[in-house]
């Protein structure tokens, strides 16, 4: 049975609320347990389980702080959206293998997020602007 535009906005907006209070066991249950979780470029690949995909939320709430997503556009089809966000915090540790020193950082994200029929996120593909990282924190 296909999942309403509304129950899919809840359960994301869930997940990402989960995220911005770095509530680890929170996002997890939002996941199926079987969940494909791939951030594209994440050095491990993609995870194919609850506690595969722990280890990369444990890493970036230590490395990113005061988080928040701002959806620009989400597109909709059956069990699925596309959410076009971007996110404002710092970078106290270091994101995506670069130094973050407590300085301000925004980039855009786009998730590709497919749902099971119980509203579980089955399947979450995140693409990240790391060349706007990039910028924001160079390298000396």
């Not at 951030?39 to 990369?56: E, L, N, Q």
């Not at 855009?108 to 990282?133: C, K, T, Y």
């Amino acid at each position: 049975m296909a999942l309403t535009r509304q129950e899919m906005d809840s359960k994301i907006d869930e997940h990402f609320g989960y995220e911005a209070r770095d509530d680890v066991e929170g996002v997890l249950a939002t996941l199926a347990p079987d969940v494909e979780h791939d951030i594209v470029g994440w050095p491990t690949g993609p995870a194919r389980s609850r506690d595969g995909a722990r280890g990369f939320y444990e890493t970036l709430f230590s490395d990113l702080s005061d988080g928040k997503v701002e959806c620009r556009k989400r597109l909709y089809g059956e069990n699925f959206l596309v959410d076009e966000s971007v996110w404002r915090g710092k970078a106290p540790g270091r994101p995506f293998g670069l130094e973050g020193r407590g300085r301000p950082l925004e980039f855009r994200l786009l998730h590709v997020i497919e749902f099971r029929d119980n509203g579980d996120i089955g399947r979450e593909n995140v693409w990240i602007d790391l060349a706007s990282i990039m910028q924001q924190l160079p390298q000396d």
